[in-house]
């Protein structure tokens, strides 16, 4: 009946992506798109030019310490990790440990006493370098373990202490600092002589080696601690040596400061 036609309303549609058949495969269009979109926005982000230019010193640079974990540590009371670890100091990764090495290459020593609260035992009253030079005015090669006060009590407890900087192939882009005292200086000898005795008689710089820094147990007065343990290990490459003497010129300078930390 022409008079009673009735109109129907176009119903709205939402557009479906377009998907083709690939053998059993379906894929999507729309899919496709956003996975070159986001390959589009990664490759604009890997475009340093893209982040423009932000003035940075070397001054503005921490260098990480290497810790090795106690167990009255706060890494280790907090759970976040466990004696004998060894852990970056600013973000307290875990590199290595016991039974763990990481390979690490030394390149600058420093030789210091360090003198820590008699009470506490933990808060560094003074740091001062070894001057072992017996012609000169300051020389304190043989300081005593007990700092005293005038009245004869013992205020803090003074520690040789050998701070040696290390790349950390593989691991970090940056220099970290580790130390040896106590039971570990015998690590830190270890290392000092590789670098300063033996690499000089061959001829190469001390940045020569690379050390398998680990960590070991021991037991004393009831009490079980973690030392530094370091074995002798591959040849550095020239391109590992120049990136040495590059971190060793820039810390000689004074340029760079260490990461403060109570562990």
């Known amino acids: 009946m022409k008079g009673n036609k009735v109109k129907s309303k176009k119903q709205s549609t939402i557009k479906k992506p377009k998907t083709t058949n690939k053998g059993n495969k379906v894929t999507s269009t729309s899919g496709q798109l956003e996975k070159a979109s986001s390959a589009k926005g990664l490759a604009a982000a890997a ?3 893209e982040w423009g230019h932000q003035e940075i010193t070397h001054n503005d640079i921490i260098i990480p310490r290497l810790l090795c974990v106690q167990g009255m540590s706060s890494m280790a009371t907090k759970g976040d990790g466990k004696i004998g670890d060894i852990r970056e100091s600013m973000n307290e990764s875990l590199v290595g440990g016991v039974g763990k090495p990481v390979e690490i290459i030394p390149f600058k020593l420093e030789r210091v006493w360090k003198e820590v609260d008699a009470k506490d035992k933990k808060t560094i009253k003074a740091v001062y370098p070894v001057i072992s030079d017996a012609t000169d005015k300051n020389y304190n090669e043989d300081l005593k ?17 050998m701070q040696f900087y290390a790349l950390l192939p593989g691991v970090s882009p940056l220099p970290h600092m580790l130390e040896f005292k106590s039971t570990s200086l015998r690590a830190g000898k270890k290392i000092a002589t590789q670098m300063y005795t033996t690499n000089r008689m061959e001829g190469k710089s001390p940045a020569a080696k690379v050390f398998n ?47 403060e930390t109570q562990e």
Do not use: C
Request: charged letters at 30%; proline letters at 0%.
């Open 47 to 49: 475009d340093l030019g």
């Open 145 to 161: 373990n007990e700092v005293v006060d005038s009245n004869g009590q013992v205020v803090a407890y003074r520690f040789r202490t």
């Open 213 to 259: 820094l680990s960590t070991i147990k021991e037991e004393k007065d009831k009490q079980v601690y973690a030392v530094f343990d370091v074995s002798v290990g591959r040849d550095a490459t020239a391109e590992e040596q120049e990136n040495a003497l590059m971190w060793f010129k820039t810390l000689r300078a004074g340029q760079v400061k260490v990461h």
